[in-house]
């Protein structure tokens, strides 16, 4: 049972694209979600922690859609040093083990000159 | 500069041996927690603890053990009962509270090797 998926990709994109990531979950109890970048061989950065209503951070956008359990993130504009490994990371409502993080296997994105 | 830290960044190990790698973090978060990643895999829950001289199993506990003496501390033993150790070790920390965000830090990892 996958809680939290991905596309794996690779995303190929030139630079100055736009890119978009979905990542769907499986537990509607689900209270939480962040997008974390990964780059090669080093630890998970928060990027987003995603609002319900949706949140913007410069290039990047953020989506959840609670009905059918899937979180967006957008990038715009896209720079070579974006190239990364996006996890999508849900959490369980606050407490106990169902409070603690689920995360996806990530999706590769390669940002091309 | 606030963090956290672990140690050492790779670490090798012979087949039968015990092994504890560290974590240490001065954000006063209350929680820690142990992950492992395995290659093309999401992170997976070793153990976490909430608070000082308290901790709990995550998904994959066997073959692990943790102590959580100290709130700047969890050190992680992966012991010879763990049949397949070789992987990427992550910890990380959060602050709890009423919250539902409560985002998780992750020091640099351990990439442990079993010989």
């Known amino acids: 049972r996958k809680e939290v998926e991905q596309d794996p990709g690779p995303f190929n994109v030139p630079e100055g694209a736009t890119v978009a990531f979905n990542c769907t979950y499986s537990?509607?109890?689900?209270?939480?979600f962040f997008w974390y970048r990964q780059d090669c061989r080093k630890e998970p950065k928060l990027l987003m922690s995603?609002?319900?209503s949706g949140n913007e951070d410069g290039r990047f956008t953020a989506q959840l859609n609670r009905a059918s359990q899937y979180i967006s993130l957008l990038i715009r504009d896209s720079k070579l040093s974006d190239s990364a490994t996006y996890l999508c990371v849900a959490r369980g409502a606050y407490g106990g083990s169902q409070g603690n993080l689920i995360f996806g296997k990530g999706t590769k994105l390669s940002v091309k000159p | 500069d606030g963090g956290i830290t672990q140690s050492p960044k790779y670490l090798f190990r012979k087949e039968g041996q015990n092994v504890t790698l560290s974590c240490e973090q001065n954000l006063n978060h209350d929680a820690m927690y142990w992950y492992r990643q395995d290659p093309g895999q999401g992170l997976r829950l070793i153990y976490y603890s909430q608070i000082v001289n308290d901790f709990q199993k995550g998904d994959i506990a066997e073959g692990y053990s943790v102590s959580r003496e100290k709130k700047e501390s969890f050190p992680l033993t992966v012991t010879s009962a763990q049949k397949n150790p070789t992987a990427f070790y992550l910890c990380?920390?959060?602050?709890?509270?009423?919250?539902?965000?409560?985002?998780?830090?992750f020091g640099p990892g351990t990439r442990l090797t079993v010989l």
């Open positions: 537990n509607s109890a689900s209270q939480s």
């Open positions: 995603v609002y319900s």
């Open positions: 990380a920390s959060s602050p709890v509270g009423l919250s539902s965000y409560n985002e998780q830090f």
